[in-house]
């Protein structure tokens, strides 16, 4: 039987409120549902996990950032001595970006790669002062999104000294801070646990400074 015209404009006004009811639910209604039910249970987690600080919020407990000194006239910047110091990232030119999360893509046996890993082995041997054969590998090699905030418990210890000699601070205050900060795995079992966060390590040494 042939449908007429006005079975057919029955047919897409009932089609047309479907549309606007699942809009109304699905796009206003439920949306906003979870939103206050994050901000009234969640809300730091909700609004970014940021960290603050006397001037507003200085980064975010998620996303790792570079602690390095600024590049001026006859000064080249590089990694700060009075900061614990994250790893390597490959998240944009710069490292450490959230708009350019990602990793080199650069297999185990790439040339490239085993360069750049042996020039940082020789870096941050002599930047904290230790033998190149004992920098721990999270030292070298960037994470797998480039926005890790956590390194190694080996890894911050290997820093101790090197942070608690340039800002004046006994070895073993320095290093409490650190234990203070290892976090062991998510629920028990997800992740390597034994790490640190070195954001907030650092707006804590920041504090006892």
């Given at each position: 039987?042939?449908?007429?015209?006005?079975?057919?404009?029955?047919?897409h006004?009932?089609?047309?409120?479907?549309l606007?009811?699942?809009t109304?639910?699905?796009?206003?209604?439920y949306?906003?549902l979870?939103?206050g039910?994050?901000?009234?249970?969640?809300?730091?987690?909700?609004?970014?996990?940021?960290?603050g600080?006397?001037?507003?919020?200085?980064?975010s407990?998620l996303?790792?950032?570079?602690?390095?000194?600024?590049?001026?006239e006859?000064?080249?910047?590089?990694?700060?001595?009075?900061?614990f110091?994250?790893?390597?990232?490959?998240?944009?030119?710069?490292?450490?970006?959230p708009?350019?999360?990602?990793?080199s893509?650069?297999?185990?046996?790439?040339?490239?790669?085993?360069?750049?890993?042996?020039?940082?082995r020789?870096?941050?041997?002599?930047?904290?002062?230790?033998?190149?054969?004992?920098?721990?590998?999270?030292?070298?090699?960037?994470?797998?999104?480039?926005?890790?905030?956590?390194?190694?418990?080996?890894?911050?210890n290997?820093?101790?000294?090197?942070v608690?000699?340039?800002?004046?601070?006994?070895?073993?205050?320095?290093?409490?801070?650190?234990?203070?900060h290892?976090?062991?795995r998510?629920?028990?079992?997800?992740?390597?646990?034994?790490?640190?966060?070195?954001?907030?390590?650092n707006?804590?040494?920041?504090?006892?400074?």
């Open positions: 039987m042939p449908l007429t015209l006005r079975t057919l404009l029955l047919h006004l009932s089609a047309l409120r479907m606007l009811v699942l109304v639910i699905t796009g206003i209604c949306p906003l979870i939103t039910i994050a901000q009234a249970a969640f809300p730091s987690q909700a609004n970014g996990s940021l960290i600080g006397n001037g507003g919020a200085t980064g407990r996303i790792g950032q570079d602690f390095d000194l600024p590049k001026r006859g000064r080249p910047g590089g990694p700060d001595p009075k900061w110091q994250p790893r390597p990232s490959a998240a944009g030119s710069a490292g450490y970006d708009t350019s999360s990602g990793a893509n650069l297999g185990p046996d790439n040339p490239v790669l085993i360069r750049m890993i042996e020039e940082r020789a870096a941050v041997a002599a930047f904290d002062g230790v033998r190149p054969s004992g920098v721990p590998v999270d030292a070298l090699t960037a994470s797998g999104s480039g926005l890790d905030p956590h390194i190694s418990r080996a890894y911050a290997q820093q101790v000294n090197r608690a000699r340039v800002r004046g601070l006994h070895p073993a205050t320095v290093r409490k801070l650190v234990a203070d290892v976090e062991g998510v629920g028990g079992f997800l992740g390597h646990g034994d790490v640190v966060n070195v954001v907030e390590l707006r804590d040494v920041a504090g006892v400074a």
